[in-house]
C-alpha cells in the first residue's frame, strides 16, 4: 500500500512563496490521482488542488487558483507551489491519493481519497 511524506512546510510572510511536497512510497502512486487539502485551527479540512493519475488534469479550490500549481513527476512525488501567500492561508496541508486507480476526472471530494499523508504546517504572517 503507498504510503504518503508530505514536505515543505514553514514561516513565511505574505506575499512570499513555499513548495510543498508529497513522496509516496510505491510506484504504484503513479495509477492513482492526487490531492492536497489544507485545515486551519477550528475549520473543516478545505480541498486545495488535485491533478490526475496522468498529470494531464488539474483543479483547483476558487480561493487559490492563479496562485498555487499543482504538478508530479515520474519519480512519485506530487508538488504544490505556493506563491502570493495570504495570512488566510495558514493551515496544515496534507496529500491524499485517490481511492480509485486510473480515475480519468479529478475530484475534490476528500471522502474519495484514502491515503493520507501526516501533513505539514504552513504559516503566513502579515
Known amino acids: 500500500q503507498v504510503q504518503l511524506v508530505d514536505s515543505g512546510g514553514g514561516l513565511v510572510q505574505a506575499g512570499g512563496s513555499l513548495r510543498l511536497s508529497c513522496a509516496a512510497s510505491?510506484?504504484?502512486?503513479?495509477?492513482?490521482?492526487m490531492g492536497w487539502f489544507r485545515q486551519a485551527p477550528g475549520k473543516e479540512r478545505e480541498f486545495v488542488a488535485a491533478?490526475?493519475?496522468?498529470?494531464?488534469?488539474t483543479t483547483y479550490a476558487d480561493s487559490v487558483k492563479g496562485r498555487f500549481t499543482i504538478s508530479r513527476d515520474n519519480k512519485n512525488t506530487v508538488y504544490l507551489q505556493m506563491n502570493s501567500l495570504q495570512p488566510e492561508d495558514t493551515a496544515v496541508y496534507s496529500c491524499a491519493a485517490d481511492r480509485r486507480p486510473l480515475r480519468m476526472l479529478v475530484t475534490d471530494t476528500p471522502a474519495e481519497y484514502d491515503i493520507w499523508g501526516q501533513g505539514t504546517q504552513v504559516t503566513v504572517s502579515s
Open positions: 510505491s510506484s504504484a502512486f503513479g495509477r492513482y490521482g
Open positions: 491533478i490526475s493519475w496522468t498529470g494531464g488534469s
